[in-house]
């Protein structure tokens, strides 16, 4: 029993330190050297699949160190020297119903707050802001439909330098810009190939799958530049087309919206005057 106690300690203290450097090391929008676990969470989405990582992580090792003690209890008690006249037993109705009911009820810990997150995530709450992503061959546009703008987002660094003033293969030449503390509806299509909308700070992936709009969510609470990548392996330059969205206040959002109705715009007089010349 002190070998069994001991073991417990030590497997407490390995996670104990995993826990703190997990938080320690891992980076707020972009990935971090050593990094053990998530990237930290700035929306309600991510800090409810970060705390259920967590009770998975913490159910898990709590199983894992019950068969432990279980096999070593075995290994000592019923070994042929300290047990030369083995049992006859073939039932025990009290420990059938244990092992039987025990896994269900793990089953149900498990299965509510899986079905509370998925819930979260595909139950799209009324949205201050709708963007369109769409995947390209290989980058992204982004559409504010409710400002009749839209615009190219390519990586901002050759993929050959070795150094890079921004973050390399994530920093692009046009960020989504968003406002802090509102709910944004992401509306992620592909113009080709099948590509992935990824944010791991958002706590959102989803597939842009061309003819059909998929659509997921986000309401970031902290400012700040937060990094994905296309997720599905779409091609050639699969791991040159990032995915950047600028977080920003209110203030400083109005302030670009400003900008970009005017950089962005597209002239649909222009658009229709070129087209009856063509015809």
């Not at 159910?59 to 008690?77: G, H, K, M, N, S």
């Not at 083995?86 to 810990?109: F, G, M, Q, R, Y």
Request: charged share 20%; proline share 5%.
């Amino acid at each position: 029993m002190l070998v069994l106690k001991r073991l417990a300690a030590v497997a407490v203290a390995v996670m104990s330190v995993l826990a703190g450097g997990e938080k320690a090391l891992a980076g707020t929008g972009q990935p971090t050297n050593w990094q053990l676990g998530f990237q930290q969470s700035v929306t309600p989405v991510m800090d409810n699949i970060v705390w259920f990582h967590d009770f998975l992580l913490w159910l898990i090792t709590a199983i894992t160190l019950f068969v432990l003690a279980l096999l070593l209890y075995i290994f000592v008690r019923f070994n042929a020297r300290s047990n030369p006249t083995p049992s006859k037993t073939t039932h025990n109705t009290l420990l059938e119903v244990a092992w039987t009911l025990v896994p269900v009820v793990i089953l149900v810990a498990i299965a509510v707050p899986s079905f509370k997150l998925l819930f979260l995530q595909q139950t799209i709450p009324p949205a201050d802001l709708t963007v369109k992503a769409t995947g390209k061959q290989w980058y992204w546009s982004y559409a504010y439909p409710d400002s009749k703008f839209e615009f190219d987002s390519l990586l901002a660094c050759d993929p050959q330098r070795i150094k890079c003033e921004q973050p390399r293969l994530l920093a692009v030449d046009n960020e989504m810009v968003v406002p802090v503390n509102k709910v944004v509806r992401v509306q992620v299509i592909g113009a080709e190939v099948i590509h992935a909308f990824a944010v791991p700070s958002f706590g959102i992936k989803i597939d842009a799958v061309p003819g059909r709009l998929n659509e997921t969510w986000f309401r970031a609470t902290r400012e700040g530049v937060y990094y994905g990548q296309c997720s599905e392996l779409c091609g050639r330059d699969h791991a040159y087309m990032p995915i950047a969205v600028r977080v920003v206040n209110d203030r400083e959002y109005a302030a670009w919206l400003d900008q970009a109705k005017k950089k962005y715009a597209t002239d649909d007089s222009r658009g229709t005057a070129t087209l009856v010349a063509a015809k």
